[in-house]
T-cell receptor
Framework: GENVEQHPSTLSVQEGDSAVIKCTYSDSASNYFPWYKQELGKRPQLIIDIRSNVGEKKDQRIAVTLNKTAKHFSLHITETQPEDSAVYFCAASAGNEKLTFGTGTRLTIIP | NAGVTQTPKFRILKIGQSMTLQCTQDMNHNYMYWYRQDPGMGLKLIYYSVGAGITDKGEVPNGYNVSRSTTEDFPLRLELAAPSQTSVYFC???????????FGEGSWLTVV
């Protein structure tokens, strides 16, 4: 089955700086790659996703890039703000019923 | 729409007890899922269902059972609770054609 690895497990950045979280996947059939944000004690919520037919997608300060050849994808957050502090999960799906999650990155924004 | 609703939110169980985590969604989603999230860890799939009457195992199904008698409800049953089942449980759902998974608020379970 699919295996998703996520790095780093923790990340601290100064407010205003950029943060990058990287994921690799194993199943070359995977074609859908979402990112979820989970605030402390809350449910995961989708923040951005990308499909395999595009290489990059942006939504305001958040962007995701995908390299299908290398089987990795990344989340980029620019101009970080205190409310960006959370745990971020990447995931991958081969277009079937199941979504496989990475182990998460705890992002801390230092004021 | 209430979305995905889970009950109870918190529960303490003794070793060997059994219980059912309830999950219901009002979005007419075909696909429903149960995940567990151990402290500081990612989400692991326990069971999933692609429609009423159909269920299948995920990565970590041992010690759990599910049923899907209606589109709306997908209860998770814990038999003979063990300390290793201490976790946060999330129910989730999505449409058959869409990819976005919507999560419930989670159920915190402690087995002592």
């Amino acid at each position: 089955g699919e295996n998703v690895e996520q790095h780093p497990s923790t990340l601290s950045v100064q407010e205003g700086d950029s943060a990058v979280i990287k994921c690799t996947y194993s199943d070359s059939a995977s074609n859908y790659f979402p990112w979820y944000k989970q605030e402390l004690g809350k449910r995961p919520q989708l923040i951005i996703d990308i499909r395999s037919n595009v290489g990059e997608k942006k939504d305001q300060r958040i962007a995701v890039t995908l390299n299908k050849t290398a089987k990795h994808f990344s989340l980029h957050i620019t101009e970080t703000q205190p409310e960006d502090s959370a745990v971020y999960f990447c995931a991958a799906s081969a277009g079937n019923e199941k979504l496989t999650f990475g182990t998460g990155t705890r992002l801390t924004i230092i004021p | 729409n209430a979305g995905v609703t889970q009950t109870p939110k918190f529960r303490i169980l003794k070793i060997g007890q059994s219980m059912t985590l309830q999950c219901t969604q009002d979005m007419n989603h075909n696909y429903m899922y149960w995940y567990r999230q151990d402290p500081g860890m990612g989400l692991k799939l326990i069971y999933y269902s692609v429609g009423a009457g159909i269920t299948d195992k995920g990565e970590v199904p041992n010690g759990y059972n599910v049923s899907r008698s209606t589109t709306e409800d997908f209860p998770l049953r814990l038999e003979l609770a063990a300390p290793s089942q201490t976790s946060v449980y999330f129910c989730a759902s999505r449409t058959a054609s869409g990819n976005t998974i919507y999560f419930g608020e989670g159920s915190w379970l402690t087995v002592v």
